[in-house]
């Protein structure tokens, strides 16, 4: 485990205020949800160390709103997680995504995924994301706007990981939908366990949105984590989409497949308020 209370650190990461460099150039297919009736932008949320940026979206009116963190991908809290927080935001949650590689780098101004991934991506410990967005959850409770407990996660690629990983170590999330995270790996001093190692004893739903011809997440890891999911007592789920890439909801990336990613969005939606997350 880290130590996150030894001393204050500075952020050297903020929101990104477009696309991050390395996912150009931007497809014409790319979702662009208004702020129209609603409250959208950035805000600090307090860690044990300092303060962490994030954007949170939620309806204009109202309160007592069911909360979504949504968890990133590699490229950061750029326009296309910050715009699925408007998409939350506008079916009534309050949804906030927070960076959770503030203190490691901007991975917004890196041209190139590998150096995303050497300089930044590796150096970010499982506990410290855990830690921080347990942080976010006590923000979005203290706004006195979000009903924590109604909590959902959501996550993409690298956030879709860690959708796994958080509802077993929170026992407050109700729900997750995991959009193509990684399951089997080998641990390392910063990422110990993967999902595979939580899945037999996990107690949260989780929904596995997984392509078929995913490069980076082989269809036999997709079906080992589902035969471990059925020895334990979660009712996870997982649907494969055949022939479907990796990125399939990037609707800013040529990944993006509109029929799936729409029938995924409708699975997502549906699952969060069957278990409560609405």
């Not at 995504?97 to 995303?116: H, N, P, Y």
């Not at 110990?192 to 107690?203: G, V």
Request: aromatic share 10%; hydrophobic share 40%; net charge positive.
């Amino acid at each position: 485990m880290i130590n996150l209370t030894r001393r204050k650190f500075i952020a050297v990461s903020t929101l990104a205020a477009g696309f991050a460099l390395a996912a150009h150039p931007i497809s014409a297919e790319t979702i662009t949800t208004d702020s129209t009736g609603l409250v959208a932008g950035k805000v600090e949320i307090p860690v044990k160390d300092g303060s962490i940026p994030a954007y949170r979206a939620m309806p204009a009116t109202g309160n007592n709103f069911p909360v979504i963190l949504v968890v990133q991908e590699i490229f950061g809290v750029h326009a296309y997680i910050q715009d699925i927080c408007r998409r939350f935001a506008k079916l009534g949650y309050l949804a906030i995504a927070a960076e959770m590689f503030a203190r490691q780098g901007d991975v917004s101004k890196l041209s190139d995924i590998q150096e995303i991934r050497s300089k930044v991506v590796s150096k970010v410990p499982d506990a410290q994301v855990m830690s921080d967005l347990d942080a976010t959850v006590n923000w979005a409770e203290k706004t006195g706007k979000g009903n924590i407990n109604k909590l959902g996660i959501t996550g993409f690629c690298w956030g879709g990981r860690i959708v796994w990983l958080y509802s077993a170590y929170n026992p407050k999330v109700k729900a997750g939908v995991a959009w193509y995270g990684n399951l089997i790996a080998e641990p390392k001093p910063l990422t110990p366990k993967h999902p595979i190692d939580i899945a037999a004893t996990l107690k949260v739903p989780i929904l596995g949105l997984y392509g078929g011809k995913d490069d980076f997440i082989p269809n036999d890891t997709v079906e080992k984590m589902r035969q471990v999911l059925k020895t334990g007592n979660s009712g996870s789920e997982i649907v494969l989409y055949p022939d479907t890439p990796h990125g399939f909801y990037a609707d800013y990336r040529p990944t993006y497949r509109q029929k799936e990613a729409q029938d995924a969005w409708k699975r997502s939606q549906a699952w969060f308020k069957k278990y409560g997350v609405a």
